[in-house]
Nanobody, 127 residues
Framework: QLQASGGGLVQAGDSLKLSCAASPHTSKSYPVGWFRQAPGKEREFVAGLSWSGRGTHYADSVMGRSAISRDNAENTVYLHLNSLTPEDTAVYYC??????????????????????WGQGTLVTVSN
């Protein structure tokens, strides 16, 4: 139901745009989030978007150099990452919340909140 893409091998300082395409029957109004998992580490929250689109939240590690957005016409969510460093190397996952929702501006930030997950796309940042 969610297909992540856009990963690859990039140089430190580069920018990247990750895409998360939802299947046609997946609601365009779900809260969505991006997570990442580096080798040997737990999956961590990166960025999230509320179901209304009015709320966004970013992890401290990407604050100020990332942006999450949604294109309802394409039913796709994007994550722009700038000024990449080797510490950004990870498998990036997109996810959605389909259960009972809180307010239109609420952003979910924990893995247990999300119940639909994409397959992940690998981002490798080299020096």
């Amino acid at each position: 139901q969610l297909q992540a893409s856009g990963g690859g091998l990039v140089q430190a300082g580069d920018s990247l745009k990750l895409s998360c395409a939802a299947s046609p029957h997946t609601s365009k109004s779900y809260p969505v989030g991006w997570f990442r998992q580096a080798p040997g580490k737990e999956r961590e929250f990166v960025a999230g978007l509320s179901w209304s689109g009015r709320g966004t939240h970013y992890a401290d590690s990407v604050m100020g150099r990332s942006a999450i957005s949604r294109d309802n016409a394409e039913n796709t969510v994007y994550l722009h990452l700038n000024s990449l460093t080797p510490e950004d190397t990870a498998v990036y996952y997109c996810a959605a919340v389909t259960g009972p929702l809180l307010s239109g501006s609420y952003v979910y930030t924990t893995t247990t909140d999300y119940d639909i997950w994409g397959q992940g796309t690998l981002v490798t940042v080299s020096n």
